[in-house]
């Protein structure tokens, strides 16, 4: 099941929360240190407990098709060529992050907040492995349940072994005129396509140099990139792709990035807005890596 569209979902629900600021009356200890303000704490563990049951709820009345039946289990690693599992792992990350940035403003301490927005991220898509595995269409996955963990570490691991993070996980997408073949899988509106047509979706990887080199002059928001994508699968599988008349690969790119949050602004309307865009990756020139050889486009995204 594709997450991105869930991770949007997220995103329209839960970033606003992120204006909250501490409050004039923020709780001190004894010695007039700020200490945890339990009552915002506990309302954040409600409001995303409400929006955890609710979003489950809309899933299993929306998009399992057939009533569910029996747990069975239906490892799906070979499909897609893996840029699904892509997906997962994007989509538990950027869960990860923006709720460990929700549990800052309740004042714990960051090693907390990076513990329980990892631990979000996974177990916001934990049931949806479940429903899976009673669903007929589907079938729980273990190759997708490894790669919401792997999201939910790459945040946890880069914020506990470097307190900051180095490598963004980012997502970018383009129309294809392969939607048209197959609408019913990739999708027959634009709106469907950019969930449902891998063919156009490409995950990235970015960061600086900056990050890594001490001293470095480097700009610490410039950032190379590099990404992942697939052509021509029209089925979920290899070999059905290519009874159709298609002969699918895989495409490996090269590009440069930008990292808005290292931009530096007092605003903080303007740093909210940078860390939801900073999930996708900006337009640029890119080198393009696959059986075809390699290509060069002016403007990729």
Known sequence: MNRVGILCFLLLCVKPAMALQKPDNWPEDSVGNPRPNYRLLHGMF???????AGSLYGLSKSWYKNPLTNFTIADDIHEWKQLDKLGHMYTSYQI??????????????????????????????TPIEILDGFSPDYGFSPSDMVANIAGSALFAGQQLAWDEVRIHPK?????????????????????EQWLKDYNGQTYWFSGSPASFLTNSKWPPWLCFSVGYGIQNMVAAENDKSIELGYNPYRQYYFSMDIDLTKIKTKSKFVKSIANV??????????????KKGISFHPIYF
């Open 277 to 290: 865009v900073n999930t996708l990756k900006i337009p640029a020139p890119t080198v393009e890596f696959s």
């Open 96 to 125: 990860s992050l923006l709720t460990a940035e929700l549990y800052k403003k309740t004042g714990i301490s960051k090693r907390q907040a990076v513990i329980y927005g990892a631990i979000s991220g996974f177990f916001f898509q």
């Open 46 to 52: 409600a409001a995303q407990s409400v929006l955890y």
């Open 171 to 191: 997502f970018s997408f383009h129309f294809t005129p392969l939607a048209q073949v197959r609408p019913e899988l990739l999708g027959r509106s634009r709106s």
